[in-house]
T-cell receptor, first 115, second 109 residues
Framework: GAVVSQHPSWVICKSGTSVKIECRSLDFQATTMFWYRQFPKQSLMLMATSNEGSKATYEQGVEKDKFLINHASLTLSTLTVTSAHPEDSSFYIC???????????FGPGTRLTVT | GQSLEQPSEVTAVEGAIVQINCTYQTSGFYGLSWYQQHDGGAPTFLSYNALDGLEETGRFSSFLSRSDSYGYLLLQELQMKDSASYFCAGATGFQKLVFGTGTRLLVSP
């Protein structure tokens, strides 16, 4: 149990366009979902935390108007990268956590390439 | 700020034992987790230390010393499939994780 999926697994888009990434908890209700970004050979950096029905909490330095996060249900969160630029190219990973557990269950990631 | 430092790379041979260290500077970590990540894949949970001491899960053990702001992951009976990146992660309030710099483990025959 505790499976998280992401769609798409990879996407290529042109600079200036927007891209939406979906994160779904398949067999549990994710009270909290997290979005991370990982550049090649680097660590995971938390971008934002979202609770179902609430506005996301963004980490310092993450532009909330550029990275729009919606957590409309206990099984779905979306990350929209608006007006993407080549420097936004990265591996985006989501995770879900269910109350009262501590453990986060990670999705397989989405590789975004902006040309 | 919060930071967790790890060696960038560790090499070992099959069947050996390897220890991956994690030193941290922070205030208010509730515990230390360890994750494994293969290239292009998702991080998978290995262990969590809420208290000081050793936690053992099969071939993997993890240790935490809060007084020393230090922890380690011990991998025994190494296998080729253990070649991956390993991250320690500090658990903060609001169930957030702060990931360490990561250690790339290379296991050779």
């Amino acid at each position: 149990g505790a499976v998280v999926s992401q769609h798409p697994s990879w996407v290529i888009c042109k600079s200036g366009t927007s891209v939406k990434i979906e994160c779904r908890s398949l067999d549990f209700q994710a009270t909290t979902m997290f979005w991370y970004r990982q550049f090649p050979k680097q660590s995971l950096m938390l971008m934002a935390t979202s609770n179902e029905g609430s506005k996301a909490t963004y980490e310092q330095g993450v532009e909330k108007d550029k990275f729009l996060i919606n957590h409309a249900s206990l099984t779905l969160s979306t990350l929209t990268v608006t007006s993407a630029h080549p420097e936004d190219s990265s591996f985006y990973i989501c995770s879900g956590r269910r109350d009262p557990d501590y453990e986060q269950y990670f999705g397989p990631g989405t590789r975004l390439t902006v040309t | 700020g919060q930071s967790l430092e790890q060696p960038s790379e560790v090499t070992a041979v099959e069947g050996a034992i390897v220890q991956i260290n994690c030193t941290y500077q922070t205030s208010g970590f509730y515990g230390l987790s360890w994750y494994q990540q293969h290239d292009g894949g998702a991080p998978t949970f290995l262990s969590y230390n809420a208290l000081d001491g050793l936690e053992e899960t099969g071939r993997f053990s993890s240790f935490l010393s809060r007084s020393d702001s230090y922890g380690y992951l011990l991998l025994q009976e190494l296998q080729m499939k253990d070649s991956a990146s390993y991250f320690c992660a500090g658990a903060t309030g609001f169930q957030k994780l702060v990931f360490g710099t990561g250690t790339r483990l290379l296991v050779s025959p």
